[in-house]
């Protein structure tokens, strides 16, 4: 049996598919006499489009992924799904006019008459294979591509089996795939390095699928017929690792090789130990299955160095939602002492000790993103997310003193919040320029699937509709869009546009002095030397010699409220402290909120230098601006999954 997996556009270029990885292995060790290939279109394209348009790296990574919440990516392919090199384009100008620059829109209108051709030379390519099987991943902006792709080939050849799967046929997403669209044979929902090896036994001994489960397949009349989805996700052993034969060949044939610097993607754990117990409100992440596992530290140390080793790359993107913690102790020391410079990407939990995040730094793990969505207690916890406003700030200070880049965005519009939750951090937003501050200005909140907010309107969301991108790229009822969509349309909650503009005033100052900005503490025993420059304050150096103050400066290393500052500090009382934290609130020293304190100043440890090593590594272009707010799904984010739902 012979098994064509395609990766088709919008998927990243410097990344190999980790879900086509999973089940080229899945396919070669569980299928006897398979033969699993994987043909990444992405790449392509790139070089298809390059070779007609004046099209680039920051063009791609527009459509892949800085426009999602806009559905651009998916629009361009919509036309090769309908056989129509115009298909709804009055409606898209219309939607997007406001939104686009000029350029941007003359360039996705001229993607949208050119990819038609596209996607019948690849439909073409891969009948010539011969495959028995051709699966399509689909995550991001990848599914009208994908079905544009499945339509052709199912043209050209009927008798090839056509399979789809990926986060975008989740639940009832992928059930609403199948329905809509009949030329798509098989959907796989959820973890598809099991049920894909078993349908394709199926298929080659003529058995029976209606046990599979989450499948979704046809009866003899063409209709659809939708499995149960499994009650329970897959063990950590059964997670195989992925094999990425062909990427790194592929990508120095393409344009593409000089435009980015390949990473691996590995992954350790599915799931979210945190959501498990507080799922934050707004996250859709994890789909069905939000159970934490994670792999065993030896298996997964195995496979990062066996990656490394084989593909001689030492960047490397772990798709984990969140970090085991029990990596730092068994993982991350082996890595330490393995001699390899690793770079990687992680998410982790704000709420981290300053020793912990070193541990991390000194594995690598230099790439982080905490979920930090903002600095206000009360908004955190309409979030739920279980950390506190300075909490946030010192995950900021301490990766900085670690050397961490901190990667995060701002978040608003939560029902309940209000312009006073916003004021006093906006008030101090001069005197964190120093930190790592958001990758782009604040955002309003998306409903997405899968997240309370979408699942229980009592918390302030009802009346949803499918975002208006999916009714001007499907043919569909807006009943079916409302199952096939990931996003939905909500009326606007929290905080107004004067309160807004504000806010994203101060984020935009915070980026363009974050450079230049600087305060860092050394700590002398008898004294504390801190030094600044920061464009807000005329101070440059202060030193701390009282003894009492500098018990005080050092008890902010936590957050501390006045009442137990004056508990812990010999001869003070609640008021004193009180007078002493509102002067050091003026000089830029501490941040507060909801009553706590914490200071600002990172060790004096060539912060600097280690910033300019970011820089110099930064391998991600900014979101393109445009007439209005637009910003990128946030790193990580919606990780890409198998060939059916998460990887």
Known sequence: ???????????????????????????????????????????????????????????????????????????????????????????????????????????????????????????????????????????????????????????????????????????DQGAALHRCFPFVDYVVRGEGEDVLPRLLNALRQGESVDQLPGLCHRGADGGSTVNAMATSPLP??????????????????????????????????????????????????????????SKSPDVFYDEIMELARKHRVLDMYVVDNILDMGYLSTVLPRIIDSGYDLRLHIEIKANMRRSQLRTLSDAGLIYVQPGIESLNDRVLNLMDKGVSGCQNVRMLRDGAETGLNVSWNYLHGFPGETAEDYEGVIAQIPALEHLDPPVDLSARI????????????????????????????????????????????????????????????????????????????????????????????????????????????????????????????AAGDERRVSELLDSWVELGLVFTDSGHYVQLAPAAVNEDLLRLDFMRHAHAAPAESAPADVTAPVPGARHESLVAAHA
Not at 72 to 81: E, I, K, P, Q, T
Not at 115 to 140: C, H, M, N, Y
Not at 151 to 159: G, N, Q, T
Not at 267 to 287: D, M, P, V, Y
Request: hydrophobic share 40%; with cysteine; proline share 6%.
């Open 1 to 171: 049996m012979r098994v064509l997996l395609v990766n088709m556009p919008w998927s990243p270029i410097d990344l190999p598919s980790l879900a086509l990885g999973i089940l080229k292995r899945s396919v070669d060790e569980r299928v006897p006499g398979a033969d699993a290939h994987v043909l990444h279109a992405n790449l392509e394209f790139t070089d298809w489009i390059t070779a007609r348009t004046e099209f680039t790296a920051e063009d791609y990574e527009y459509y892949a992924l800085s426009s999602y919440f806009m559905g651009c990516g998916d629009w361009v392919f919509s036309s090769a799904l309908y056989d129509d090199p115009h298909w709804r384009e009055q409606e898209f100008t219309e939607a997007m006019r406001t939104k686009l620059r000029r350029s941007r829109m003359r360039m996705s209108q001229e993607l949208h008459r050119l990819v038609p051709e596209f996607v019948a030379e690849i439909a073409q390519r891969i009948v010539d294979l011969k495959p028995d099987v051709v699966g399509f991943t689909s995550t991001f902006q990848q599914n009208t591509a994908a079905l544009a792709a499945a339509k052709h080939v199912k043209r050209l050849a009927p008798d090839i089996v056509t399979v789809m799967g990926g986060a975008n046929c989740d639940a």
């Open 236 to 293: 950590p052993s059964a997670i195989l690792p992925p094999d990425y034969s062909g990427y790194f060949e592929r990508l120095a044939a393409s344009v593409a090789r000089n435009w980015v610097e390949p990473k691996l993607v590995v992954e350790g754990a599915r799931g979210c130990w945190w959501g498990e117990k507080h799922h934050c409100t707004f996250c859709g992440l994890n789909g069905s299955f939000m159970q934490f596992r």
């Open 446 to 569: 998306a409903i997405e699937r899968f997240s309370p907010y979408f699942n229980r309107p009592e918390l302030g969301f009802d009346g949803l509709r499918p975002e208006v991108h999916y009714r001007f790229t499907y043919d569909l009822p807006e009943s079916e869009l409302y199952d096939l969509a990931y996003v939905f349309e909500a009326p606007e909650r929290g905080i107004g546009e004067p309160t807004v503009s504000t806010l994203n005033d101060a984020l935009a100052l915070w980026k363009k002095h974050h450079t230049d900005a600087r305060l860092t503490q050394t700590d002398l025993g008898t004294r504390i030397v801190l030094v600044s420059r920061r464009r807000a304050f005329d101070w440059r150096v202060l030193e701390l010699t009282d003894p009492w103050e500098i018990q005080i400066f050092r008890l902010l290393d936590q957050p501390h409220s006045p009442a137990a500052l004056a508990r812990k500090a």
